[in-house]
């Protein structure tokens, strides 16, 4: 069961990031906008700062991303949506 893609727009772009708004479909036919944030080519500049809305913040390569779900160490729905929308669109990849 995957979830299908309509289309996408973006909705602010810039040098650094890019936000997206995409039409999916879940696989029970749901449909909805779902947010996405982009850094395409994003390169490491150094540790994470954010600190309120995490218990933990780390740059992981997408390779690790799957088993570290499998495993349950990310688990919030917000980072869940983005990762998961990555690794489902190979044309991302």
Same mark, same amino acid.
């Given at each position: 069961m995957q979830w299908k893609i309509h289309g996408e727009r973006p909705?602010? *772009?810039n040098n650094w990031v890019n936000l997206w708004l995409?039409?999916?479909e879940t696989p029970d036919g749901n449909r909805w906008e779902h947010h996405v944030f982009r850094a395409d080519g994003a390169t490491y500049e150094g540790p994470p700062t *954010?600190?309120?809305e995490s218990d933990r913040i780390a740059w992981i390569p997408l390779a690790n991303v799957?088993?570290?779900?499998?495993?349950? *160490?990310?688990? $919030? $729905?917000? $980072?869940?949506v983005g990762l998961l929308y990555v690794l489902m669109d190979e044309a991302i990849r």
């Open positions: 909705v602010y *772009e995409t039409d999916v *954010e600190k309120n799957r088993a570290m779900i499998d495993r349950r *160490e990310i688990v $919030s $729905s917000g $980072s869940l």
